[in-house]
């Protein structure tokens, strides 16, 4: 086997399967609700 | 031309390099509960990173800077006795698919064995990255990630090649 068709299958292997579904919604609503929580306010600034 | 939503931009992100952003991660991480926290902490991140995002770059490329830049503060900030525990495999594993599933994990774990230098560049390889993109996220030359990266490959055979 050369090493390029050995690296291709790296890359296979490497994003192979079905990659489970990130819980995309839910990271948003950490991140957005993480950075309401901590927005200096008006007075603060 | 209209200014895309802050929010809309984020879930765009992670919607597109979600993948690739989740396989990374993995390289950084010991288990599974790692890998979630790593992964909103990510998302807050680039929550606050997005705004100062002007395009000087690919957003790939912005979006993987920012995972190495949590995943090397990860490693720092973690407790050393702490062992290893599990390799968090980010994909299921349907009857019929087991051998994949073996493989990857094994490649997984091989990666993971690589020093955090030779790691990083041969993750963001297997992602398909070009040298420049991997020069960028890094911040190296082109021409030390194509060296690098030789060195990398070479160890990764190496891994792979011994018994498992």
Redesign the interface.
Known sequence: MT?DS??TD??Q??????????P??T??A???S??HLTLPTNREV | MAVEPLDTRLKRLLVEHGPGIGRVVSGYVRNAAEHQDLMQELALALWRALPGFRGECSERTFVFRIVHNLGVNHITRRKPTEPPTEVPDPSPSPEGRAHQTQQRLRLMGAVKSLPLPQRQIIMLALEDCSHAEIAEVLGITVNNVGVRLNRAREALRQLLGEKP
């Open positions: 090493q050995e690296w790296l890359l292997q490497w994003k192979g399967g079905q990659a489970a579904e990130l995309v919604d990271l948003l950490g991140a957005v993480y950075t």
